[in-house]
């Protein structure tokens, strides 16, 4: 079934950077028989002309907050293959996801819990540290049944441990001590885990993956297609053939320009510079 999946969304890929190719490479190809002069030079000047402070204010906030959207995405999906590594290869440090509530809270029976406030949510990002010496009352992290816990110790016994949660009122199975992976040191990021837990699957995986390589795919191609539009707006302005037989006219003196359709303005203002 995973390879199944693997496959369909390597061909959705496939298909999304085809697309994403073609539609480019058409662009450019009309852009170079000046069939979107008109397209081009409106454009250009509504980037170029001065803008209000709120416009720019806006503007900056706008594109700020998909960087920093963008930016998070990747160092989550960082902390995400951190965490699988680690857990995988026994790294002296390890992020773990919190799986459980039983040590969201205080269970009123442990009273050895009175000056104790370590406690940890459901889907909390945790980071625990391995071959650490073990005191009592110390949340530590064991496998049992090929399944992660995280408990604190309440009772230290010859070879191991006896743990419960601080949400429980029954202690846990007996804990040998080469069951235990490590002790948490206290270090958590709350509910970042439920972004992490999804991108430590296949599917997130795949998911963060495709983004990026569409994203690297648009990168160029937009970075292409912008500066042949530059390109072909100085081209059509240096040799006087701006817009003819059009029933459009563009006016520019100096810093200023006015835009006209059918002997009409449209549009004018300030360019940020004079040069084209």
Not at 129 to 152: A, F, G, M
Not at 235 to 257: P, Q
């Amino acid at each position: 079934m995973l390879i199944v999946l693997i496959i369909i969304l390597v061909l959705i890929i496939l298909l999304f950077a085809i697309y994403l190719i073609y539609s480019y490479k058409k662009i450019i190809k009309d852009i170079n028989l000046g069939e979107l002069d008109i397209d081009i030079i409106y454009d250009y000047i509504s980037h170029n002309k001065e803008k209000n402070t709120l416009f720019k204010v806006i503007s900056l906030i706008g594109k700020g907050t998909i960087d920093i959207v963008f930016i998070a995405l990747f160092i989550i999906f960082i902390f995400s293959l951190i965490s699988k590594i680690s857990n995988t290869y026994n790294m002296p440090y390890q992020i773990l996801v919190v799986a459980s509530n039983s040590m969201s809270y205080k269970n009123e029976e442990n009273i050895y819990l009175e000056n104790i406030n370590n406690q940890f949510n459901k889907y909390d990002l945790i980071v625990i540290k391995t071959n650490q010496e073990i005191n009592l009352y110390d949340v530590v992290c064991y496998k049992k049944d090929n399944k992660l816990i995280i408990h604190r110790v309440i009772e230290i016994k010859d070879n191991g441990y006896i743990t419960r949660g601080d949400a429980n009122n029954i202690s846990d199975e007996f804990v040998n001590s080469n069951d235990i992976i490590g002790v948490y040191n206290n270090v958590r990021i709350p509910y970042l885990g439920y972004i992490v837990f999804y991108l430590q699957s296949s599917y997130g995986i795949s998911a963060v993956v495709f983004i990026y390589i569409l994203l690297i795919i648009y990168s160029i191609y937009d970075s292409k297609v912008k500066k042949i539009r530059l390109k072909r707006f100085k081209e059509v302005y240096k040799n006087e053939l701006l817009l003819s037989n059009s029933i459009y006219k563009l006016e520019i003196n100096n810093n200023t320009f006015s835009l006209y359709k059918n002997n009409k303005i449209i549009d004018s203002g300030k360019f940020k510079t004079g040069e084209l």
